[in-house]
T-cell receptor
Framework: DSGVTQTPKHLITATGQRVTLRCSPRSGDLSVYWYQQSLDQGLQFLIHYYNGEERAKGNILERFSAQQFPDLHSELNLSSLELGDSALYFC???????????FGQGTRLTVV | GQQVMQIPQYQHVQEGEDFTTYCNSSTTLSNIQWYKQRPGGHPVFLIQLVKSGEVKKQKRLTFQFGEAKKNSSLHITATQTTDVGTYFCAGRATYGQNFVFGPGTRLSVLP
């Protein structure tokens, strides 16, 4: 158990819909990262938050947005969903950007 | 932007054989991390290398950071079936904000 909790574990939704993925980081970790992993692909960095502030953006679509709340949990919002958005979405947390990241179990999103 | 490549993409070995995966960055790195993802699982941190030419060992795993801090390797001696999974390197550029993951090397070990 990495200490990072992601909900839900599985999500099936229709094209055009909007979903919210939730992540609770390890206790004490201020950094939260979101990654997208398509089938048998690598980890595509989406966004990084540190103590509530956005620190870095990767190849995140404009239809996607995220935020980190005062209690440090984070949400990733995906809207106007397309079939190609089907993937495994991982959240990871770390103390800071120089330390190891702990990954959650992921949310498997299926868009039908 | 920064690119991180890994070779090979796939590797099939017989149990007991050695395995090596190589990671190359387009930019000089501040530090590099290695992760392992078992099939159906999530990435798990293995190690971080910071110093030029650094070599670290964890039982049968040996990690190296190149002198120029642009490449790294992971070598597994006498593979076991428990080594099956995808090995990712992740490098942070000297002035970079975040780690960039390589595409990973998927290792299969035949018993």
């Amino acid at each position: 158990d990495s200490g990072v909790t992601q909900t839900p574990k599985h999500l099936i939704t229709a094209t055009g819909q909007r979903v919210t993925l939730r992540c609770s980081p390890r206790s004490g970790d201020l950094s939260v990262y979101w990654y997208q992993q398509s089938l048998d692909q690598g980890l595509q960095f989406l966004i990084h938050y540190y103590n509530g502030e956005e620190r870095a953006k990767g190849n995140i679509l404009e239809r996607f947005s995220a935020q980190q709340f005062p209690d440090l949990h984070s949400e990733l919002n995906l809207s106007s969903l397309e079939l190609g958005d089907s993937a495994l979405y991982f959240c990871a947390s770390s103390v800071d950007r120089n330390t190891e990241a702990f990954f959650g179990q992921g949310t498997r999103l299926t868009v039908v | 932007g920064q690119q991180v490549m890994q070779i090979p993409q796939y590797q099939h070995v017989q149990e007991g054989e050695d395995f090596t995966t190589y990671c190359n960055s387009s930019t000089t790195l501040s530090n590099i991390q290695w992760y392992k993802q078992r099939p159906g699982g999530h990435p798990v941190f293995l190690i971080q290398l910071v110093k030029s030419g650094e070599v670290k060992k964890q039982k049968r795993l040996t990690f190296q950071f190149g002198e120029a801090k642009k490449n790294s390797s992971l070598h597994i001696t006498a593979t076991q079936t428990t080594d099956v999974g995808t090995y990712f390197c992740a490098g942070r550029a000297t002035y970079g904000q975040n780690f960039v993951f390589g595409p990973g090397t998927r290792l299969s070990v035949l018993p």
